[in-house]
Nanobody, 125 residues
């Protein structure tokens, strides 16, 4: 089982990035995939989650209206489209897999059993 996160980079405030999380060794259908981020000196926080079994979505309040999570089952990949980026969005972004997730627990890292390696997003002028 592997999760490969990619798509990070340097972007100016107000810009956009799309992160990808490619799943290897399992299919997305029966799992939830979450995106988390961790800034220097900060705890890891949940950004968004998609429960692939029923398509339900969740977002942190700080990214609602700016970020969109989606999936492509044919490519076994989950995406995080990030628009109107702010300097406070700067962090390493991780994707993770959760089996049998209760959506109300989506923001708890302990609910996830496999994690990708992270991709750095820097929002700066």
């Amino acid at each position: 089982v592997q999760l490969q996160a990619s798509g990070g980079g340097l972007v100016q405030p107000g810009g956009s990035l799309r992160l990808s999380c490619a799943a290897c060794g399992f299919t997305l259908d029966d799992y939830a995939i979450g995106w988390f981020r961790q800034a220097p000196g900060m705890e890891r926080e949940g950004v968004s989650c998609i429960n692939n079994s029923d398509g339900r979505l969740a977002y942190a309040d700080s990214v609602k209206g700016r970020f969109t999570i989606s999936r492509d089952n044919a490519k076994n990949t989950v995406y995080l489209q990030m628009n109107s980026l702010k300097p406070e969005d700067t962090a390493i972004y991780y994707c993770a897999r959760a089996p049998k997730l209760l959506l109300r627990l989506w923001g708890f890292p302990a609910e996830y059993d496999y994690w990708g390696q992270g991709t750095l997003v820097t929002v700066s002028s």
